[in-house]
């Protein structure tokens, strides 16, 4: 198990999240004792990662509830203010669509109780989702590490932050190199720093090195040569939203990743729970890209590096298409093309659990 710090806590009144936004300098914590407050540090980034924001959006109904008992004596208006304070958390932030998912998982042990359960049932449902994460994640190490079998002193890139901060366990992608690292295959990781809110050299570095495991922190404008020059094996990143076709939304720099691995012949790799793929949408055409404060690119650590009027366009996010994606680890294998084939029948797998 990794050793990096946990991102969220429920301490049975508030969710107490590290606020990522400080690390690596400063270890704060945030006491979210409303729904709001969670949904705040969504927005703000100080809980992210696709599963991590699921989890957190699950513990925020948990308070919704709360608070709409507080405010109102009749269930027909509780029911109300917990569905509507349920609509702002799904819209915290728009392209995980852990969050969604989470929330509308957390609507539906809503509605299979009654006024006298539902603050139990939602408790114990937020609680088995951190849980699920929890396992999933180890899951998602085995199967992804099973995919380098007999192979030795590994170098694998890696893009954005997907460990223990963005989820309830060892993570995603770093879930796979986690486990790797303890079967003593890998050489080293290398980790793009990920502009422009640097959650690569601010959070994944931080943890590769909390976790011991041998890596080097670059540029994201170095991963080509990177990938020419160092011998790398894999690329391995997480996901925020994966269509039907395997089209796959991750953070804003991976599509470039996956185009520059493909013509150094290197495979790429995507990481992912089930609570991340979308399979109401057909392709990646229909994934919302967040478009955030043109400020997190003029500004490095709260200083202008740019004029402070200059144009900016600024999305969180970018689609890789499925033709570029050797594989997508999940808890239950590795799924391959073709993927409307094989994310069909995992969904299959998925409802019939
Ligand atoms: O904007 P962020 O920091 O929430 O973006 C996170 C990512 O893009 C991660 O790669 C993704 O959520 C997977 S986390 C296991």
Known sequence: MSDCLHSLLWDGNALIIVDQTQLP??????RCTSSRMVAEAIRELAVRGAPAIGVAA??????????????????????????????????????????????RQMQKAFAESDSKTAAQKLLERAQAIEKEDIDTCRRIGENGAS???????????????????ATAGIGTAFGVLVT?????????????ETRPLLQGSRLTATELMEDQIPCCLITDSMASA???????????????????????????????LAVAAAYHHIPFYIAAPFSTFDFSI??????????????????????YT????????????DVTPASLIRGIITEKGVLTPPYEESILKY???????
Request: aromatic residues 8%; proline residues 4%; negative net charge.
């Open 347 to 353: 969904e299959r797998s998925l409802t019939n659990e």
């Open 282 to 303: 057909q392709s990646g055409k229909e994934i919302i890209i967040e478009e955030r404060n043109p400020d997190e690119i003029r500004q490095i650590g709260g200083h």
């Open 147 to 165: 995919l380098f079998e007999g192979k030795n002193s590994l170098r694998i890139l890696t893009h954005c932050n997907t460990g223990a901060l």
């Open 226 to 256: 990177v990938m020419r020059d160092k011998r790398i094996d894999a690329v391995i990143v997480g996901a925020d939203r994966i269509a039907a076709n395997g089209d796959t939304a991750n953070k804003i720099g991976t599509y470039g």
């Open 306 to 317: 740019a004029p402070k009027d200059v144009p900016v366009y600024n999305p969180a996010f």
């Open 180 to 192: 790797l690292a303890s079967r003593g295959q890998l050489d080293r990781v290398f980790a793009d």
């Open 58 to 103: 699950a513990y925020a109904c948990v308070l919704a509830l709360r608070e709409a008992r507080t405010e109102y004596q009749d269930w027909p208006q509780i029911r109300q203010a917990f569905h509507d304070s349920c609509q702002a958390i799904a819209e915290a932030r728009p392209t995980a669509v852990n969050l969604a998912w989470a929330v």
């Open 25 to 30: 300098e400063i270890l704060t914590y945030r």
